[in-house]
Nanobody, 118 residues
Framework: QVQLVESGGGLVQPGGSLRLSCGVS????????MGWYRQAPGKQRELVAS???????NYTDSAKGRFTISRDNAKSALYLQMNMLKPEDTAVYYC????????????WGQGTQVTVSS
């Protein structure tokens, strides 16, 4: 089974930084399109950032200039560096792996809480 485990969440003050990590089991990490999603209370889950198998990145407008997504295929790991955090960034952040060979299959971690507050 493919398992994803997030870490790095916590409580930070506005303007602070956090680095989220996601470890993925198995030997097929390099074949997944990876992404970070978040879901705040009362809101729909949204895609924050994604990175393709070839390393091309995309960000939601609110994350551009503040967040950086990266992957290390040798370590089967995904990262999200978050700087200049705002209260509206408060949410549960989920790691996602998308298999796009022959069919589309999504795998999810259980999430890590990020709280930005004074």
């Amino acid at each position: 089974q493919v398992q994803l485990v997030e870490s790095g969440g916590g409580l930070v003050q506005p303007g602070g930084s956090l680095r989220l990590s996601c470890g993925v089991s198995g030997s097929l990490f390099s074949m997944y399109r990876m992404g970070w999603y978040r879901q705040a209370p009362g809101k729909q889950r949204e895609l924050v950032a994604s990175i393709t198998r070839g390393g091309k990145t995309n960000y939601t407008d609110s994350a551009k200039g503040r967040f950086t997504i990266s992957r290390d295929n040798a370590k089967s790991a995904l990262y999200l560096q978050m700087n200049m955090l705002k209260p509206e960034d408060t949410a549960v952040y989920y790691c996602n792996a998308k298999w796009e060979v022959l069919a589309t299959v999504d795998y999810w971690g259980q999430g890590t809480q990020v709280t930005v507050s004074s």
